[in-house]
């Protein structure tokens, strides 16, 4: 018998538009209109394509949808809307790009006043931004003409969506001529000015963080091209401002002026330590740190520290008076003064400022004491680990890098060695009185090995051996007793421990059962005891306990483990 197959199946939308009355609400009910669309059935094309539609779907995704519908529902037509004019099908393309009327519909969305429906907002900046790539130079023809474009854009940088929208305009034109009048059309329009504005106490704080991320962004984005393009090329105008002097100093200005804001000091020192990375913040941690001599993706402009350096004071400061925050209970007791994020982004910019090997900076932190006051904080809040591996970067960057004069004198200052060994002395106290050992003896511990290897070989090794002879007797006798032998210990125990974990967690790899499992022999043993512990069930025979104990015999004897 043979069965026939009409592999040529009718969809239900081509059904629906045989029908003269048929609505776009209709075949947006449909399960696959999106596949017919991607798909690039014809006769929906050229139904969705038509003016009316088009402009539906306009309106779907940027009016807000009537409250009294259920709320599972409201926003089913919008997203299903955006994502048919996002589909990137030519015909719908072309239509949207270049139809003005269309455009228009578009950008009044911006001109409503804030608060944007962040659902709207986010289909608006998806839709606009796959114009920017498709049909760039219609788009930037048009956004170039509204003249109050980009303070609108500002005016709703509380919605996220409006962030993703200008790092389109940034990243997503091509050919790199276009892109580069957009970059210049950005910079006429003050946009680096703009959103460092905003970046200031008093202003909502959604603002300040967005502002504040797209900077940054700007910055990667316009660096990681900068390093695609071939020499000849014009630089990109906004990484030239934001890495300018006034820009830089502009910024610190909002930062300090009237009264500080945690949410406006983080914000604002968020920007400076992209403007500070020398590579992708991806690779970012110990294993750079700790090789000698790694490859910097660029070099940190001069005239960032330049802004910087005067205002090192400022930052010292808020080390010492950082904006008031309520007491916190945490897992070891309150907390009566935390921290704070404020204190704990200046700790990531001074290791930031130490790794660019700056003489002047490095001189201003040792006659500010900042390395000491941020020892200070370490052994203060002894658990908050992301404080301790600031500190840990920061005596990593003084022992790496040998050519300013101030960093031995940085290390002096700090008293590092005596404070190693107080605090090593005093967790010890504690737990010998059945106390928690210290949450920052981890990072203790790596520190005291850094000065140690530095003792043996590395860039600072003269100076660290002087330091170390010139320290009081007792003091030194202490030292050499705690590396010869509390050290040591620790960093057995340590090794012996992350074998141990690192045996636990260790994948199933092809030779694991020739490392851990049984041997050939052994292995026969097991497996003739579990079929004869496990018998198959057969219906044929008489039913019995297949757990009874019984006699077992082997075939083949097992040889004893050896290990």
């Not at 209109?33 to 009316?52: G, I, M, P, T, Y």
């Not at 409250?67 to 997203?79: C, G, H, I, V």
């Not at 460092?196 to 106490?201: G, K, R, S, V």
């Not at 292995?523 to 039913?543: G, L, N, P, V, W």
Request: include cysteine; glycine fraction near 4%.
């Amino acid at each position: 018998m043979f069965w026939k197959f009409d592999l040529h199946t009718t969809s239900h939308i081509d059904q629906l538009l045989d029908r003269e009355d048929v609505t776009l609400r209709e075949l947006m009910e449909e399960d696959d209109v999106l596949q017919e669309c991607k798909a690039q059935n014809r006769r929906l094309l050229l139904f969705l394509s038509q003016d009316h539609c088009m402009q539906e779907l306009v309106s779907l995704i940027t009016t807000e949808p009537p409250a009294d519908l259920e709320e599972r529902s409201r926003f089913k037509f919008p997203n299903i809307a955006c994502e048919l004019l996002t589909s990137d099908v030519s015909i719908i393309n072309d239509k949207l790009g270049t139809d003005e009327s269309l455009l228009e519909m578009l950008y009044h969305f911006l001109e409503q006043d804030p608060p944007l429906n962040p659902l709207l907002a986010s289909f608006f900046s998806k839709t606009i931004g796959n114009l920017i790539a498709r049909k760039t130079e219609q788009v930037i023809t048009f956004l170039k003409k509204k003249e109050g474009f980009i303070g609108l854009v500002l005016k709703h940088i509380d919605a996220s969506a409006m962030m993703d929208l200008l790092l389109r305009l940034i990243s997503c034109v091509e050919p790199a001529p276009l892109r580069q009048e957009v970059l210049h059309w950005l910079n006429e329009e003050k946009l680096v000015q703009r959103l460092t504005e905003l970046i200031h106490t008093g202003k909502d704080e959604e603002r300040q963080s967005n502002a504040s991320q797209t900077l940054c962004d700007i910055i990667r984005l316009s660096r990681d091209q900068a390093n695609q393009m071939q020499e000849n090329m014009e630089a990109d105008p906004l990484l030239a401002v934001l890495e300018s002097q006034e820009s830089v100093t502009g910024l610190l200005k909002n930062l300090f002026e009237g009264e500080r804001s945690e949410a406006s000091i983080v914000n604002g020192t968020q920007v400076l330590l992209t403007l500070l990375e020398t590579r992708r913040s991806g690779l970012e941690g110990l294993m750079d740190l700790y090789s000698q001599g790694y490859e910097r993706s660029y070099t940190v402009n001069s005239s960032i520290l330049n802004a910087i350096e005067p205002h090192l004071k400022d930052f010292q400061q808020l080390l010492l008076d950082p904006p008031k925050k309520s007491a916190i209970l945490t897992t070891v007791g309150v907390l009566e003064q935390p921290l704070g994020n404020a204190r704990l982004h200046v700790a990531r910019l001074v290791a930031a400022l130490l790794q660019t090997n700056a003489p002047s900076i490095c001189q201003e932190l040792c006659n500010l004491a900042t390395m000491d006051l941020l020892l200070d904080l370490f052994f203060k809040y002894s658990w908050n680990n992301f404080l301790h591996f600031q500190v840990e970067l920061c005596v990593v960057a003084i022992l790496n890098h040998p050519s300013s004069e101030e960093r031995p004198t940085l290390f002096q200052k700090c008293r590092l060695v005596q404070r190693i060994l107080d605090a090593w002395e005093e967790n010890d106290r504690i737990q010998a009185e059945g106390g928690t050992r210290r949450g920052n003896m981890g990072h203790l511990t790596r520190i005291a090995n850094m000065v140690v290897q530095n003792l043996e070989k590395g860039p600072v090794q003269a100076q660290i051996t002087d330091l170390i002879k010139e320290l009081p007797e007792d003091c030194r006798g202490r030292w050499e007793s705690f590396v010869d032998e509390t050290l040591r210990e620790t960093n057995r125990k340590n090794t012996v421990e992350l074998a141990f974990s690192d045996y636990q967690i260790q994948q199933m790899t092809a030779n694991f059962v020739d490392q851990f499992g049984f041997n050939d022999e052994e292995f026969t043993a097991f497996e003739a005891c579990c079929k004869e512990k496990i018998r198959q069930f057969d219906d044929s025979e008489e039913e019995e306990d297949i757990w009874e104990e019984k006699e077992i015999n082997y075939a083949t004897q097992a040889k004893s483990r050896t290990r």
